[in-house]
Structure formats: structure tokens, C-alpha cells
């Protein structure tokens, strides 16, 4: 059945298996490999044309190449987006959808908690060429309102947030922004694409790192951003094609087939996710465990508004005793002797992969930011990550079992 004949309001489910194919005369079943730099005119004329912009064809990879075609309409598909675009990397996917609509003296309003290596362009990068940043408590209504009180050209945020998983009020920074005339840009790789519809809550952009779940086997990098054609093919597309930042065909095959498999991965990570947290907030070895669908979590309402999967991590801070400080040695070693004690948990900074994973964000993911700045976002030498993957939950419940008993 070719796209153009699929029936009406397919849901994600299947949209992730009929989308995005374009079957070459071979017929082939699955979505075919298009590993080439370029592509032949049939006459010089062809090529004029080409260039000229008066006819659409695959002119060189930097440009367009069908396996990346492929991979952009099945996540438009399934995000509700009307375009895509892929990026190289999920950072690259990061940068352009700011880089391309942002100038000297331009003012951009961003959540403090963010991505380690965005944080790094926002203060290495952006702040050199005349941006203006202003950061805000994402979980906190109040600064938002004060913040963007004031006319903006675009705000980021990453909900839930990295790592402590902070719920961003949506909806509501998406009413603010709009009266700052700002474009509201959600980094939604924590939610993923089935937990949260950060365009249907308001937004105006979603951006994924696709080798986290999107790939979910630990296998490519890849990003996408996603949105509205006047922004996706606009200046987003203009700055990839002419940067580079393009994703190889191999990468997006791999990303293709792996959407096919996204929502069983992401609803049985998520399922055990949210079971492993319940079990570690009840642990006398852990103070405080985070997932937004946990009633304990401190924006648990607002999540279970916006979000219909909690997503695939539990952030967990160890219960170090009366008097140990939380942000000194004493409390690394506790948060070291646990991982290094974890069998089915590899330490590494990956998330939403099929294998589990520990990570400890003080010292790796965000060992830039000074002791101050993890503070103020919730990050202490106890705070441990877990990306649950898919092994058997009671499996890894054991583990932590045994691990916790180190500490
Ligand atoms: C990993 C990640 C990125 C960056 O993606 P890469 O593919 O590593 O470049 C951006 N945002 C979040 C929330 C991430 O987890």
C-alpha cells in the first residue's frame, strides 16, 4: 500500500511501521539503503533545473538523500509534526534550532537544568556572539512570569529535566512565550515522543537526540527537529544544508527501523521504570527517588497532566546518614561503591538504551557546572541516574538490591 492511499487518523503505533516509504522498483519490504554522496541528472537541462530550484530532486546527500527522507516523515508521523528535519547528532539538532534563528543582542530565555554539552554552547558559544540568556527555575511559575514579562526571541527548555527530571509547566510557559513573541522549543529526548506531545501542550518546536531512545540499541547518533515548514523548512533546513550537520543514510536506517520498535521498547522501560522507583523510594538506602508519574514526585500533577509515560529514568539520591554532606567525599564513595557494585547496570553515560545504565551526573554528565550551579539544580555527590532497559524487572531489582546493601 503506497503512503498516499494510508487511512485516516492511523495512531503512532502504526504510523511508526506505514510512514515514510518509498518503495524503488525492486519493491523491497523493508526501507531500502541509500548510501550515496550523490545523485545522476538524466540531462544536462535536469541539472539546470535542479539548481535552479525549479523542479525537486535528490541533488547531493548534504542536501536530501531518501533513507533520511524516510526517517523525517515516520517521526513527523508519529511526533504530529508537519516537517522534520534530521541533524547529525542530537546536539547538532540542539544548536540549529537555536543557531538558525538567533542573532547578536537577541534574548534567550532557558531553563537552568539542562543538558551538560547545551549548557557548554549556551555559555561558550552564544554568550561570545551577543546572545542575551536568561535562566529560570524550570519548575517554578512564578520566575517564568517574571522572566518573560519581558519580550524574548525564543525559550528552551528540557521537561522532565536532566537529571533530576523537574516537570516544566508546559502549557503555561507556552501562553507566556507566545505574549513574549518568543518561539518556545521543547528538548523532549526524556519524555520521548510518546510520553509527551510537547506541540499539541503549546510548544512551537520539539527537539530529539534520536541515539538515545529513538535508536534505543546503543548503536548511531542522530538528531531531528521538529516543527512548524516555515520554521523546519526555513531556516533550520537552510542552516544544516549549508553547515553540514547532516545525518549520515547509514544512521538514519538504523533510526527508521528503530522507530518501528519504539513505543513496545519505551512501554516496557517505562513500565518497569516506574515499579523500580516505588521499590527504591521505600529503600531505607535511598532518600529520595524521582519519577514524574510517582505521587511524590513535586510536580507530580502537572506531569500527569502533560505526560502519558513517565519516561524511562529514575533518579535516586542515597541516603548518606545525619551529618555527612551531601556534596563531599564521603558521599561520592557511597554513590561510586554503589555503581561499581551494580552487575546489570552498565555505568555509562548513555540513556534510554535496552541495557540499563548508571550514571553519576556530579562527575560526569555535569562535572562543568561549579558545585553552586549543580546545587541550585538538585544535583548532590549522592545523586545517582538509572536509565531502566529491558531487562526482566525482577532481575534488576535484585541488583539494586545487592548494591544498596554496599553502601
Ligand atoms: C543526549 C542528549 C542530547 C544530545 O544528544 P547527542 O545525540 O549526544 O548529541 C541533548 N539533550 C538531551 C536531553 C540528551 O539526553
Same mark, same amino acid.
Not at 518509498?22 to 539548481?51: C, I, K, P, V, W
Given at each position: 500500500?503506497?503512503?498516499?492511499?494510508?487511512?485516516?487518523?492511523?495512531?503512532?503505533?502504526?504510523? =511508526?511501521?506505514?510512514?515514510?516509504?518509498?518503495?524503488?522498483?525492486?519493491?523491497?519490504?523493508?526501507?531500502?539503503?541509500?548510501?550515496?554522496?550523490?545523485?545522476?541528472?538524466?540531462? =544536462?537541462?535536469? #541539472?539546470?533545473? =535542479? &539548481?535552479?530550484?525549479?523542479?525537486?530532486?535528490?541533488?547531493?546527500? %548534504?542536501?536530501?538523500?531518501?533513507?533520511?527522507?524516510?526517517?523525517?516523515?515516520? +517521526?513527523?508521523?508519529?511526533?504530529? #509534526?508537519?516537517?522534520?528535519?534530521?541533524?547529525?547528532?542530537?546536539?547538532?539538532?540542539?544548536?540549529?534550532?537555536?543557531?538558525?534563528?538567533?542573532?547578536?543582542?537577541?534574548? $534567550?530565555?532557558?531553563?537552568?537544568? $539542562? &543538558?551538560?554539552?547545551?549548557?557548554?554552547?549556551? !555559555?561558550?558559544? &552564544?554568550?561570545?556572539?551577543?546572545?542575551?540568556?536568561?535562566?529560570?527555575? =524550570?519548575?517554578?511559575?512564578?520566575?517564568?512570569?517574571?522572566?518573560? !514579562?519581558?519580550? #524574548?526571541?525564543?525559550?528552551?527548555?528540557?521537561?522532565?529535566?536532566?537529571?533530576?527530571?523537574?516537570?516544566?509547566?508546559?502549557?503555561?510557559?507556552?501562553?507566556?512565550?507566545?505574549?513574549?513573541?518568543?518561539?518556545?522549543?521543547?528538548?523532549?529526548?526524556? !519524555?520521548?515522543?510518546?510520553?509527551?506531545?510537547?506541540?499539541?501542550?503549546?510548544?512551537?518546536?520539539?527537539?530529539?537526540?534520536?541515539?538515545?531512545?529513538?535508536?534505543?540499541?546503543?548503536?548511531? $547518533?542522530?538528531?531531528?527537529?521538529?516543527?512548524?515548514?516555515?520554521?523546519?523548512?526555513?531556516?533550520?533546513?537552510?542552516?544544516?544544508?549549508?553547515?553540514?550537520?547532516?545525518?549520515?543514510?547509514?544512521?538514519?536506517?538504523? +533510526?527508521?527501523?528503530?522507530?518501528?520498535?519504539?513505543?513496545?521498547?519505551?512501554?516496557?522501560?517505562?513500565?518497569?521504570?516506574?515499579?523500580?522507583?516505588?521499590?527504591?523510594?521505600?529503600?531505607?538506602?535511598?532518600?529520595?527517588?524521582?519519577?514524574?508519574?510517582?505521587?511524590?514526585?513535586?510536580?507530580?500533577? %502537572?506531569?500527569?497532566?502533560?505526560?502519558?509515560?513517565?519516561?524511562?529514568?529514575?533518579?535516586?539520591?542515597?541516603?548518606?546518614?545525619?551529618?555527612?554532606?551531601?556534596?563531599?567525599?564521603?558521599?561520592?564513595?557511597?554513590? &561510586?561503591?554503589?555503581?561499581?557494585?551494580?552487575?546489570?547496570?552498565?555505568?555509562?553515560?548513555?540513556?534510554?538504551?535496552?541495557?540499563?545504565?548508571?550514571?553519576?551526573?556530579?562527575?560526569?554528565?555535569?562535572?562543568?557546572?561549579?558545585?553552586?550551579?549543580?546545587?541550585?539544580?538538585?544535583?548532590?555527590?549522592?545523586?545517582?541516574?538509572?536509565?531502566?532497559?529491558?531487562?526482566?524487572?525482577?532481575?534488576?531489582?535484585?541488583?539494586?538490591?545487592?548494591?544498596?546493601?554496599?553502601?
Amino acid at each position: 500500500m503506497n503512503a498516499q492511499e494510508l487511512p485516516r487518523d492511523l495512531r503512532p503505533d502504526t504510523l =511508526a511501521l506505514h510512514t515514510g516509504i518509498h518503495r524503488s522498483e525492486a519493491n523491497e519490504m523493508s526501507e531500502g539503503l541509500y548510501l550515496t554522496q550523490g545523485y545522476a541528472y538524466d540531462s =544536462a537541462e535536469q #541539472a539546470r533545473d =535542479a &539548481f535552479a530550484g525549479d523542479i525537486d530532486i535528490y541533488m547531493y546527500s %548534504r542536501y536530501g538523500n531518501p533513507t533520511v527522507t524516510a526517517f523525517q516523515e515516520r +517521526l513527523a508521523a508519529i511526533e504530529g #509534526a508537519e516537517s522534520c528535519f534530521a541533524t547529525s547528532t542530537g546536539m547538532s539538532a540542539v544548536f540549529v534550532s537555536l543557531a538558525s534563528i538567533l542573532g547578536q543582542g537577541d534574548r $534567550l530565555v532557558a531553563s537552568r537544568a $539542562l &543538558f551538560g554539552s547545551t549548557l557548554q554552547v549556551f !555559555a561558550n558559544f &552564544f554568550e561570545k556572539w551577543g546572545i542575551v540568556i536568561d535562566y529560570v527555575d =524550570a519548575h517554578d511559575n512564578e520566575d517564568w512570569e517574571r522572566v518573560l !514579562a519581558t519580550p #524574548a526571541k525564543a525559550v528552551y527548555i528540557e521537561s522532565p529535566t536532566n537529571p533530576m527530571q523537574d516537570v516544566v509547566d508546559i502549557p503555561f510557559v507556552a501562553a507566556l512565550t507566545k505574549q513574549a513573541g518568543a518561539l518556545f522549543i521543547v528538548d523532549n529526548v526524556f !519524555a520521548t515522543a510518546l510520553g509527551q506531545k510537547p506541540l499539541e501542550l503549546g510548544a512551537d518546536a520539539v527537539v530529539y537526540s534520536a541515539t538515545k531512545h529513538i535508536d534505543g540499541q546503543g548503536r548511531v $547518533l542522530g538528531g531531528a527537529i521538529l516543527g512548524s515548514a516555515d520554521y523546519v523548512d526555513g531556516p533550520v533546513k537552510t542552516m544544516v544544508r549549508q553547515m553540514g550537520a547532516t545525518i549520515s543514510p547509514f544512521n538514519a536506517w538504523v +533510526l527508521v527501523k528503530a522507530l518501528e520498535t519504539l513505543s513496545v521498547r519505551v512501554e516496557r522501560q517505562a513500565a518497569s521504570a516506574i515499579e523500580l522507583a516505588r521499590w527504591l523510594e521505600a529503600h531505607p538506602k535511598v532518600s529520595v527517588a524521582r519519577y514524574p508519574l510517582l505521587p511524590s514526585h513535586p510536580q507530580y500533577e %502537572r506531569a500527569a497532566k502533560q505526560m502519558t509515560i513517565g519516561g524511562t529514568l529514575v533518579t535516586l539520591d542515597l541516603a548518606v546518614g545525619d551529618g555527612v554532606d551531601v556534596a563531599g567525599p564521603e558521599s561520592q564513595a557511597a554513590a &561510586f561503591r554503589f555503581m561499581n557494585a551494580l552487575r546489570l547496570f552498565t555505568i555509562s553515560n548513555n540513556l534510554g538504551d535496552a541495557k540499563s545504565i548508571s550514571t553519576h551526573p556530579a562527575t560526569t554528565t555535569h562535572n562543568k557546572m561549579t558545585p553552586e550551579a549543580r546545587a541550585s539544580v538538585g544535583i548532590s555527590e549522592t545523586t545517582v541516574r538509572l536509565s531502566i532497559g529491558l531487562e526482566d524487572v525482577e532481575d534488576l531489582r535484585a541488583d539494586l538490591d545487592q548494591a544498596l546493601a554496599q553502601v
